[in-house]
T-cell receptor, first 113, second 114 residues
C-alpha cells in the first residue's frame, strides 16, 4: 500500500517568513495529492491539491509542487501570518487504491508574531 | 450545501453503553468515510461506503458497527467501547471512490469513553 512521509513534524517561523513542508510517497501509481489544514479542535480542511499531470499549482500565498520522478511534493506558504498556525497534513491517493487517502504524519506550523 | 454535518459534537459514554454517531451530507457525494483521529496524529481510515455499500473495513473491532441508511446518511454504532477508543471521530465524503476528488470532512465527534 501507499506510505506517505512528512517533514518536518514541527516548524516555527516568524510572521512574514516563508514555510515549506515536504512529503514523499511510495506508490508510483498515486496521482492526486491534497493538503489539509487542521486548526486545534477543528476539522481538516482542504487548502490546495495537485494532480499528477501538473508540476506546480498556486493559490495566493499557497503553492504546491510535485516531482513525480522523485515521488515527492511540497507545500509552500509565503508571507506567513499568525492565522496560518495549524497542523498541516499531506496526503496521496491512487485510483488503484480506490481513492483512499493516505495521510502523512502532520506538521505543526507555528507562526510567531 | 457544501458541508458534512456530524452529531453529536461531544459524547461521553461508559464502557457498557450503546451510542450512535451520525453524519449527513447533501452534496450528492456517493462515497462516505469514517476516520478515527487521536491527538497529534493523522486521521486513520476505519470504513468506506460506496453507493451505500460497505466497501472497506480496515480491520476495525466489531464494537464499531457502521451503517449507511441512504446516500446522505452515515451512522457509526458504538457498543462496549474501551477507554483507548476515546478519540475524534471524523466523517468525510467525496464524489465517488473511483476518481480522485478531495474529501470534505465533518467537524467530528469528540468521544470520551469512561
Amino acid at each position: 500500500g501507499e506510505n506517505v512521509e512528512q517533514h518536518p513534524s514541527t516548524l516555527s517561523v516568524q510572521e512574514g517568513d516563508s514555510a515549506v513542508i515536504k512529503c514523499t510517497y511510495s506508490d508510483s501509481a498515486s496521482n492526486y495529492f491534497p493538503w489539509y489544514k487542521q486548526e486545534l479542535g477543528k476539522r481538516p480542511q482542504l487548502i490546495i491539491d495537485i494532480r499528477s499531470n501538473v508540476g506546480e499549482k498556486k493559490d495566493q500565498r499557497i503553492a504546491v509542487t510535485l516531482n513525480k520522478t522523485a515521488k515527492h511534493f511540497s507545500l509552500h506558504i509565503t508571507e506567513t501570518q499568525p492565522e496560518d498556525s495549524a497542523v498541516y497534513f499531506c496526503a496521496a491517493t491512487s485510483n488503484n487504491a480506490g481513492n483512499m487517502l493516505t495521510f502523512g504524519g502532520g506538521t505543526r506550523l507555528m507562526v510567531k508574531p | 450545501d457544501t458541508e458534512v454535518t456530524q452529531t453529536p459534537k461531544h459524547l461521553v459514554m461508559g464502557m457498557t453503553n450503546k451510542k450512535s454517531l451520525k453524519c449527513e451530507q447533501h452534496m450528492g457525494h456517493r462515497a462516505m468515510y469514517w476516520y478515527k483521529q487521536k491527538a497529534k496524529k493523522p486521521p486513520e481510515l476505519m470504513f468506506v461506503y460506496s453507493y451505500e455499500k460497505l466497501s472497506i473495513n480496515e480491520s476495525v473491532p466489531s464494537r464499531f458497527s457502521p451503517e449507511c441508511p441512504n446516500s446522505s446518511l452515515l451512522n457509526l454504532h458504538l457498543h462496549a467501547l474501551q477507554p483507548e477508543d476515546s478519540a475524534l471521530y471524523l466523517c468525510a465524503s467525496s464524489q465517488t471512490t473511483g476518481s480522485n476528488y478531495g474529501y470534505t470532512f465533518g467537524s467530528g465527534t469528540r468521544l470520551t469513553v469512561v
